[in-house]
């Protein structure tokens, strides 16, 4: 049974920085490109960030946080990770890791329905 959990969620003050994490169980981690999505109060889900099976440099990032944030990934600890930092109350919702298998290692997935596993989320709420 596969299972994402994520945490560091909580109260930030504006321009601060936060470091989200998502443990991932019951798959083989290295062969699943993983992302993080937000969802505010009243909004859709929206895609934040990803990374490749390769991990390292092999990253996507939607405009409004890219240039302060990182994604990265640990295959050794089955762990996914999203770095914020100069945080917005426009960043505030909810956070969601999300996980798909792929044999093309050299893909992006940036879109809500490419993924098959989603965590729980974590509430991120920025203060202004």
């Known amino acids: 049974q596969v299972q994402l959990v994520e945490s560091g969620g909580g109260l930030v003050q504006a321009g601060g920085s936060l470091r989200l994490s998502c443990v991932a169980s019951?798959?083989?981690?290295?062969?699943?490109?993983m992302g993080w999505f937000r969802q505010a109060p009243g909004k859709g889900r929206e895609f934040v960030a990803a990374?490749?099976?390769?991990?390292?440099?092999?990253?996507y990032y939607t405009a409004s946080v890219k240039g302060r944030s990182t994604i990265t990934r640990d295959n050794a600890k089955n762990t996914v990770y999203l770095q914020m930092s100069s945080v917005k109350p426009e960043d505030t919702a909810v956070y969601y890791c999300?996980?798909?298998?792929?044999?093309?290692?050299?893909?992006?997935?940036?879109?809500?329905?490419?993924?098959?596993?989603w965590g729980q989320g974590t509430q991120v709420t920025v203060s202004s």
């Open positions: 999300a996980a798909r298998y792929t044999l093309a290692g050299g893909i992006y997935y940036y879109r809500a329905s490419e993924y098959s596993y």
């Open positions: 019951g798959l083989t981690f290295s062969r699943y490109a």
């Open positions: 990374v490749r099976v390769s991990g390292g440099n092999s990253t």
